[in-house]
């Protein structure tokens, strides 16, 4: 019963979608209306034709204009075989009067015009039907509209096409020469389809294309019958997580944290039975001749099938190492014990194959860390989502190994999230998981110190430091204004899930706390770092930040628990680790004040064992341009500063979305060799780990306007989406009944598909339609929200919170959310539905990430308004259909360098102060932040320029003939700075001061859309 009422829910989803769009594609075309206040060329969008001489007279050759208000629509088919050919056209229109009538609404709509023509065409083209459409428009009042199907024959293509067109041929004098809700239906000549351009890994794609929309889509009826349709829709569906023709394995938590080995064994003979039947050369070969392959697409596969039975490989030896190493298989259990309880009641209580599958694959890296550091293992998540859960998972199972093994404390790993992408939701889910691990730990007796999690964020976020007086106004006091509440990360308690958490800032141990005040809770204070010294104080398992914070280590000697050992442990109690002494830290400990004297305790585990094992890098695909630049130096600065320390490298994982490039990328970020997970399968959309269902996921509609704006269109798209949602609340049996769905539904559509998106690529596209969403729309009392760069942290939280929730009554809701990018990344709501994008996104990869924000568990409607006068829009309209389903092979390189000299300039002093920082002046045993210790301690050691040059030209990988220019710059770069450093009259008063500029304090100084070039 329950599972037919789910059912009956999602149909009536379904159901809703195609009635909306429906809705909206009536609205475009003015079917629903019959009388008109306004011009109807000034409001409808689809489905007009302007007339022919408008548009010649306009510009006779110029496409755009065209494009922008056609006289034509048309149809392109390869016919199978030569002429002459019998063909049968259908004509529909309707024209729009002005009369006398109703002063109110002076035009009406006339009736249709449809008249069927046939006609036998040979090799040099025909136009018919003239005087037959001139009587039919004649008939229904219109007495001067005309118009006429035009075929012309192309046979100087590698195979003859045809290209039939109604045409608009009234004249231009009219009060309203254009016809309005045209369609043409063409058949009676047997086709055979486009083939796409072949591009790599073609192997995996269907190329063909039965027929061509001119300015319009086209439906095919049957091989030799064509429709043309106003807008192109192409439904997507979503994927099922197996690809067997048996169950899959039991891969519940549960059950794996009990006996995880034989569903593992079942699990990777899974893949070993489908990579045999769908990768083995006897199954290329069937396919090579099955769908015609040439001979570059099958090198293509084979390479591709090579890939495969590598990560089969992987799979097997993460296998083994879990038979033939207990801590390796007991910190899997463990883990999954972890996970189990950070997922109750959250309606999920097993793993999906491909997330067990990425942790097998990569697991070999706790048992030879040395040799598989040189990999990067990038999890791709296009087909699906859980990566978060993906990372939680590994992350776990090595700290868990870690604690196994003697490493009782530290960090394990630090997992970075670009800009201003970490949302609290992911922080939440973060601390969830170690919560879940630290509940199992003190459960299993596993040892060493409490797991914890430390919120390591860029400046806008939480405090650097609480200082006990604040100096300089950014100075974060106990008792500052909003202290200590505005700095509450988590959304809930991790242990109880209780949302009554109080933050307090405890003065004995200095520490700002999240606090649950649930009775029934054990866990009072909870281990969560949000202050950037308290992370350096106590190094928890997991430190959780945004990418930019990474030039912390240029900046702040303490950063060095990141990469390396702290200096030693102060006495006293909560105080924790402690690091290079400075005025304001004489004995090195951080707390301020601290009483602990110069004696200070040992570390008590070995150096070695403190840098973090892991480096996680979310949203890989936005490490690009210049920020990418950047954050390659400062990648190979962290690798140099833990090699220097401790002689270890971390291993790298990241998740990405895209494909294309991936691994240019990370040899240029990260100077390692990439791998991802999974490997795409035979076919698009189709591999071990994900197989086809029919269960909606989106809906995409291309639209591209006729004679009105695009912010027209936008605007008279959510006020039809608008008015029929809040129809389905005012008259629901009757929607309903229209629909064709049960009424109960009607509440849960509301709650579904009341909110939409307007999404725009620009900040002005955004301002733009939120200003003329008001003032356009015939529904009233539309509550519009903006989520973009420029909308402050508070605010995104707050709306998200009320998008997340949303107020009962409707009217109170918001009813539309204008987002720019920052939209597309970390926000994860169900009741995001509906989205109208104002023209097609710069690039492949943003349309992809972006129009994933909608439609996450309910099937999503996305409109693409296309600018059509853009080359670029045009030509994905046309496309429309391989551009959805294939879009990642549009997707273009990531553009990366690191060989930029305007980057060098930027992070040169950042590098060397790091280096100065934590590997001198630790091995100096003397603080060295000021010009004069620096001076005298590069005398005494024989610190050169030249010496630095190439430590620095070394560490950044700028060792061969083509980076000699480079190393030229890095020395004439430090030439300046021993300069500065051996003028005695320098201004500088801390070594940061030294030289043509400081380190960089944060990764965003760069800016993210100026182009780097070497
Ligand atoms: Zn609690
Ligand atoms: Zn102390």
């Known amino acids: 019963m329950i599972g037919d009422d789910r059912q009956a829910e999602a149909k009536a989803r379904e159901a809703f979608v195609t009635w909306l769009d429906r809705h909206v594609l009536v609205a475009g075309r003015g079917d629903a209306l019959d009388r008109l206040d306004v011009a109807p060329d000034r409001t409808f969008w689809l489905g007009r034709l302007a007339c022919e001489e408008d548009v010649l007279r306009q510009n006779a050759h110029d496409d755009r204009s065209e494009r922008l208000d056609p006289c034509a629509i048309g149809i392109r088919i390869r016919p199978a075989s030569g002429p002459p050919w019998s063909l049968t056209v259908t004509v529909r229109a309707r024209a729009w009067l002005k009369d ?14 449809e008249q069927t023509l ?66 043409l239906e063409l058949g009676g000549v047997p086709t055979i389809p486009f083939q796409l351009e072949s591009l790599p ?103 591709a099938a090579g890939e495969a039975f590598a990560e089969l490989d992987r799979l097997r030896t993460g296998l083994q190492i879990m038979r033939a190493r207990d801590d390796v298989s007991r910190a899997f259990q463990l883990m999954n014990s972890a996970i189990g309880l950070s997922a109750r009641g959250r309606g999920y209580s097993a793993w999906r194959p491909f997330q067990i599958g990425f942790i097998l694959s990569t697991i070999r890296f706790l048992v030879e860390p040395d040799e598989e550091a040189d990999y990067v293992d990038t999890i791709w998540f296009a087909t699906g989502g859980g990566k978060t859960e993906t990372y939680l998972g590994l992350l776990l199972t090595a700290a868990f190994f870690d604690r196994l093994t003697g490493k009782t404390m530290g960090v394990t790993a630090w997992s970075r999230f670009p800009l201003r992408l970490l949302s609290l939701q992911q922080t939440q889910r973060f601390a969830d998981a170690l919560a879940g691990a630290e509940t199992v730990r003190r459960r299993e007796d596993v040892g060493g110190r409490p797991f914890a999690l430390g919120f390591l964020v860029g400046d806008r976020g939480t405090p650097n430091k609480i200082v006990p007086q604040a100096e ?31 933050m307090k800032f405890d003065r004995e141990r200095w ?118 630049a950047v954050d390659s130096h400062y990648e190979s600065l962290l690798d140099h500063l833990q090699n220097e320390l401790c002689g270890s490298r971390p291993k790298i994982i990241a998740s990405s979305a895209t494909l294309t490039g991936y691994d240019r990328q990370v040899d240029v970020l990260y100077r390692r060799r990439a791998r991802v997970f999974p490997q795409p399968g035979p076919r698009v959309g189709e591999s071990f780990w994900s197989s086809r269902t029919d269960d909606p996921l989106r809906r995409f509609v291309a639209v591209a306007p006729r004679g009105v ?86 605010e995104v939280r707050a709306i998200l919170e009320r998008l997340e929730n949303p107020e009962p009554a409707f009217d109170d809701r918001i009813h539309v959310v204008a987002a720019s990018s920052m939209l597309s990344h970390g926000v994860d709501l169900d009741r995001l539905n509906t989205m109208v994008m104002l023209g097609l996104p710069l690039t492949t990869a943003e349309f992809i990430q972006t129009t994933a924000r909608v439609g996450r568990r309910f099937p999503g409607l996305v409109y693409t308004l296309l600018k059509i006068g853009r080359e670029r829009d045009a030509r994905t309209f046309q496309h429309f259909g391989p551009y959805v389903r294939q879009g990642d092979r549009f997707v273009d390189a990531i553009p990366i360098t690191r060989r930029s000299r305007r980057v060098l300039d930027l992070t040169i002093p950042g590098i060397v102060a790091a280096r100065t920082l934590m590997i001198r002046e630790p091995a100096s045993e ?23 040059a190439v430590a620095v030209a070394e560490l950044l990988g700028f060792e061969g003939e083509e980076d000699a220019l480079h190393r030229d710059h890095i020395r004439s770069w430090l030439n300046a700075w021993f300069h500065d450093l051996e003028d005695p009259a320098t201004r500088a008063k801390f070594i940061s001061q030294v030289g043509p500029r400081g380190p960089m304090m944060s990764l965003r100084d760069v800016e993210a859309s100026a182009p780097i070039h070497d």
């Open 709 to 794: 704006t695009l912010e027209h269109v936008s605007d008279r798209t959510l006020d039809a989406l608008q008015g029929a949602v809040r129809d389905l609340l005012a008259n629901p049996s009757a929607v309903c009944a229209e629909v064709g769905i049960d009424r109960r539904h009607a509440d849960m559509l509301v709650n579904l598909y009341g909110t939409n998106v307007v999404y725009g690529t620009t900040l002005y596209d955004v301002e733009a339609a939120s200003r003329s969403l008001g003032n356009n729309t015939t529904v009233t009392g539309i509550t519009i929200e903006q989520l973009t760069g420029g909308t402050g942290f508070d």
């Open 472 to 502: 300089n106004v950014n100075d974060v006091t106990p008792d500052s204004p909003g202290m200590p509440e505005r700095f509450r990360v988590l959304l809930h308690c991790p242990f109880c899930r209780d949302e009554n958490l109080i």
């Open 100 to 113: 006398g009538t109703d002063p109110e609404h002076p035009w009406h709509k006339s009736d249709l015009v």
């Open 201 to 303: 890994d073609s192997f995996r794609y269907d190329r063909s294309v039965p027929a061509y929309g001119i300015n319009v889509g086209v439906e095919v009826l049957a091989n030799d019958r064509f429709r043309t349709s106003d807008t192109i829709t192409v439904q997507t569906t979503r994927s099922g997580y197996w690809n067997a023709p048996y169950d899959p394995p039991d891969l519940s938590f549960e059950t794996l944290a009990k006996d995880p080995l034989p569903e593992l064994g079942v699990l990777v003979e899974a893949v070993s039975a489908y990579h045999e039947a769908h990768w083995s050369a006897f199954a290329l070969d069937r396919r090579q001749i099955d769908d015609g392959w040439d001979v570059n697409m099958r090198a293509e596969a084979d390479i």
């Open 118 to 183: 046939s006609a036998t065409v040979g090799s040099e083209g025909a136009v018919f039907g003239q005087h037959q459409l001139r009587g039919a428009f004649s008939a229904v009042g219109a007495i001067d509209l005309s118009t006429e199907v035009r075929v012309e024959v192309e046979d100087w293509h590698e195979a003859t096409e045809l290209v039939v067109q109604m045409v608009n041929t009234s004249p231009k004098r009219l009060v309203d020469s254009h016809i309005y809700e045209t369609q």
């Open 926 to 948: 003397r603080a060295l932040s000021t010009p004069r210790t620096l001076r005298e301690y590069a005398r005494e050691t024989g610190m050169t320029p030249a010496k630095e």
């Open 511 to 628: 520490i700002l706390a999240h606090v649950c005040t649930n009775d029934e809770c054990n866990w009072t204070a909870l281990p969560v770092y949000v202050v950037d010294q308290e992370i350096f104080r106590f190094l928890p398992t997991v430190v959780v930040g945004t990418l930019d914070k990474a030039a912390s280590v240029g900046l702040q000697q303490a950063m060095r628990g990141l990469v390396g050992p702290p200096r030693r442990l102060c006495p006293m109690r909560w105080h924790g680790f402690t690091y290079a002494p400075r005025s304001k830290a004489p004995n090195g400990c951080l707390v301020p004040g601290c009483q602990g004297g110069p004696v200070l305790k040992p570390l008590p585990m070995a150096k070695g064992r403190f840098p973090p094992s892991l480096r996680l890098q979310d949203e890989l695909h936005l490490l690009r341009d210049s920020l990418g």
